[in-house]
């Protein structure tokens, strides 16, 4: 445990953000599923929202952010 009254709040604020975090990245992926099955474009713009709002608020990559759109795309025009 720290002794440094800065790490002490430092701690505190990790956890609140990693928790923040965890929430957004489990609700994208979650959506990432539901367009992979069904291969809607309603499904897989939602999951490309979801993915573009992560990336901005630095939860994932943004070349991670480009890579899961691109796959979302190239399954819906295999789709259709």
């Known amino acids: 445990m720290a002794n440094i009254k800065s790490q002490i709040k430092r701690n505190r604020q990790n956890e609140v953000r990693r928790l923040r975090n965890r929430s957004v990245r489990s609700e994208m992926r979650t959506l990432l599923k539901a367009a992979k099955e069904s291969g809607t474009d309603a499904e897989t713009v939602a999951a490309i929202k979801k993915i573009d709002k992560a ?11 480009s890579r899961e759109k691109s796959r979302l795309q190239k399954n819906l025009n295999n789709n259709s």
């Open 55 to 65: 990336a901005a608020k630095g939860v994932i990559h943004a070349n991670k952010a």
